[in-house]
């Protein structure tokens, strides 16, 4: 089982639609991070967290520690915003620090 | 300052030979991560700098593998004896060090071995 577990895998969605893509993980963390790679392999850092939620735009992100759960939402989504969505988690393993650990990502795909 | 930067982005090299990549962090950056990430799957760590000092590496860093970062600044990851399984996207990011902070990741370089 990975560490690091993305749902779903493959996304498609009509613009204006809300989404949600799912990241749960079974490691200890100081913070997760959610990713955005477009096809050409740039990674953006969208949101770094490590309680509670966080807004940029049309983009929140919340994280549940206890659940250790992690939610991307989407609001009106646009088709500018096909992409795929890689949650990685960071911590303390083993002693090693500030490595990321990689869910394998959603694909996104919006429709005009 | 705009950012890390990778070159080359893309590299055709034939088995058997060597190959050689560059990061260039941001600046103020002391902390430098090396992923390599295959074809519908997620970035896998192979190496991270602090400063000039490598401070940890993956099992998947086989011995054909190296990474330096001399004066602490740029780093450089070398393939020797390029094999097809290391066709994939190489990618480097940087951050400040002390406790978890945000990694900032360039746009890879993507290797296709022949």
């Known amino acids: 089982k990975n560490e690091v577990e993305q749902s779903p895998q493959n996304l498609t969605a009509q613009e204006g639609e809300f989404i949600t893509i799912n990241c749960s993980y079974s490691v200890g963390i100081s913070a997760l991070h959610w990713l955005q790679q477009h096809p050409g392999g740039g990674i953006v850092s969208l949101f770094m967290l490590s309680s509670g939620k966080k807004k940029h735009g049309r983009l929140i992100a919340t994280i549940n520690i206890q659940e250790k759960h992690s939610s991307l939402h989407i609001t009106a989504s646009h088709p500018r915003d096909s992409a795929v969505y890689i949650c990685a988690v960071g911590g303390n393993y083993g002693g090693s620090q500030g490595n990321l650990i990689f869910g394998k990502g959603t694909k996104l795909s919006v429709k005009p | 300052d705009t950012g890390v930067s990778q070159d080359p982005r893309h590299k055709i090299t034939k088995r058997g030979q060597n190959v050689t990549f560059r990061c260039d962090p941001i600046?103020?950056?002391?902390?430098l991560y090396w992923y390599r990430q295959t074809l519908g799957q997620g970035p896998e760590f192979l190496t991270y700098f602090q400063n000039e000092a490598q401070l940890e590496k993956s099992r998947l860093l086989s011995d054909r593998f190296s990474a330096e970062r001399p004066k602490g600044s740029f780093s450089t990851l070398e393939i020797q004896r390029t094999e097809q399984g290391d066709s994939a996207m190489y990618l480097c990011a940087s951050s400040l060090a002390g406790g978890h902070t945000e990694a900032f990741f360039g746009q890879g370089t993507r290797l296709t071995v022949v």
């Open positions: 600046s103020e950056h002391n902390r």
